[in-house]
């Protein structure tokens, strides 16, 4: 498939392991010069090391960032400050009753599932909408349809 992505940058947040890896993985394969990033030096390392065992012409950059956090976002943003695709993929999950979880627990799944994804997308999609080009792509789990019943938001 040739997605013509040959000139673009997208950034998958939490893409040092699992789907996000996969996303970046497959971005790197159609062409697209794609930022790993992860919380860790060593998991960034290491993703970027397993795209390239695979695809070794793979264009891609290192991001060491928190993004559930503003100073996290404000140094992606600082680092990369334009991109042409933005893959919103952190996200977290606690198998937690409802009656159990804190307010500074979800205050963090907020900070985390959320405003993670709206501080970059708020900042990215203005240069999108200029340019009259560019995707923001949100991922979730099936929670998003059906939680599961050991979450605390399932009832």
């Given amino acids: 498939m040739n997605l013509e992505l040959n000139e673009k940058t997208a950034l998958v947040t939490a893409s040092s392991a699992g789907i996000g890896l ?3 993985r497959s971005l790197a394969a159609e062409g697209a010069r794609v930022i790993i990033n992860g919380r860790s ?3 960034v390392d290491e993703a970027c090391a397993a795209i390239r065992a695979q695809l070794p012409d793979a264009k891609l950059e290192s991001l060491v960032a928190d993004n ?3 100073e996290g976002a404000e140094q992606t943003l600082a680092a990369f ?3 042409d695709i933005l893959v919103n993929n952190l996200g977290i999950y606690e ?3 409802f009656f159990d979880e804190t307010d500074a627990d979800w205050q963090r799944l907020f900070e985390t599932n959320i ?5 970059l997308a708020r900042h990215y999609l203005k240069g999108m909408l200029d ?3 560019g995707r923001v792509i949100f991922i979730s789990s099936e929670s998003g349809i059906k ?3 050991e979450m605390a938001h399932y009832r």
């Fill in 147 to 149: 939680a599961a019943p």
């Fill in 22 to 24: 996969e996303i970046a």
């Fill in 131 to 133: 340019r009259k080009e």
């Fill in 95 to 97: 198998a937690v009753g």
């Fill in 115 to 119: 405003m993670s994804g709206v501080r």
């Fill in 68 to 70: 559930a956090t503003a």
């Fill in 41 to 43: 030096r060593e998991r």
């Fill in 81 to 83: 400050p334009e991109v």
